[in-house]
């Protein structure tokens, strides 16, 4: 399978507060699992990516945790602001030459936080 | 830098007719990709360009088709458009080829009556 599936759909959440959203995979060959924002009237920007190989990675306020054996990962939002409400995709990518930057793409989180 | 630029970023075609689609990667990026973003399934892929040549192709009709020129730019194509082909399409470009690090432009919003 080379579905990835994302929850929540949307997501309402007070400046300050942590935000997480989830993604599950099937197909163990993903090896690249990125997390895009998307802005209204903007194109996806890649905002963080992790490896199969790493638990956990941090960018600024943006945390993923990878659980390789539960085949899921989830962005975490810390001390999240008003800026950050947008569209949250997670992806995920085979890695391997013949895939190429193919990317599989969740359904999308629509975060919205509130000051 | 310039990002990667796309034109036109809205028209609106009727059924039947055709339409081309342009994109201008970041300088210096070889790969190209598209993408169909819409509301019910989401941001899919499309095709990817390297060296002007398809390197992958995702699950749309032979309708849909694309190129790239030997300085990166690339079109894509549809022809005898349908109303589900409404759409926003996104292109993306990396500096290289099998790296899920794309840079995506703000995309053509195409409306089909």
């Known amino acids: 399978q080379q579905q990835v599936k994302q929850s929540p759909q949307s997501l309402i959440v007070q400046k300050g507060g942590i935000p997480i959203i989830n993604c599950a995979y099937e197909n163990t060959a993903f090896d690249y699992f990125p997390w895009y924002q998307q802005f209204p009237g903007k194109g996806p920007a890649l905002l963080i990516a992790?490896?199969?190989?790493?638990s956990e990675k941090k960018e600024g306020r943006f945390t993923i945790s990878f659980n390789k054996s539960a085949k899921q990962f989830s962005l975490h939002i810390m001390d999240s602001q008003p800026g950050d409400s947008a569209t949250y995709f997670c992806?995920?990518?085979?890695?391997?030459?013949?895939?190429?930057?193919?990317?599989?793409f969740g359904e999308g989180t629509q975060l919205t936080v509130n000051p | 830098k310039a990002g990667v630029t796309q034109t036109p970023r809205y028209l609106i075609k009727t059924r039947g007719q055709q339409v081309t689609l342009s994109c201008s990667p970041i300088?210096?990026?070889?790969?190209v990709s598209w993408y169909q973003q819409t509301p019910g399934q989401g941001l899919q892929f499309l095709f990817e360009y390297f060296s002007e040549t398809q390197r992958n192709k995702g699950n749309f009709p032979g309708r849909f088709s694309g190129r790239q020129f030997s300085n990166s730019r690339s079109e894509m194509n549809v022809s005898t458009l349908e109303l589900g082909d409404s759409a926003l399409y996104l292109c993306?470009?990396?500096?290289?080829?099998?790296?899920?690090?794309?840079?995506f432009g703000e995309g053509s919003r195409l409306t089909v009556l």
């Open positions: 300088s210096g990026h070889r790969s």
């Open positions: 993306a470009s990396s500096l290289l080829y099998n790296t899920g690090e794309l840079f």
């Open positions: 992790i490896r199969p190989d790493v």
């Open positions: 992806a995920a990518s085979f890695g391997e030459e013949t895939s190429g930057s193919r990317l599989t």
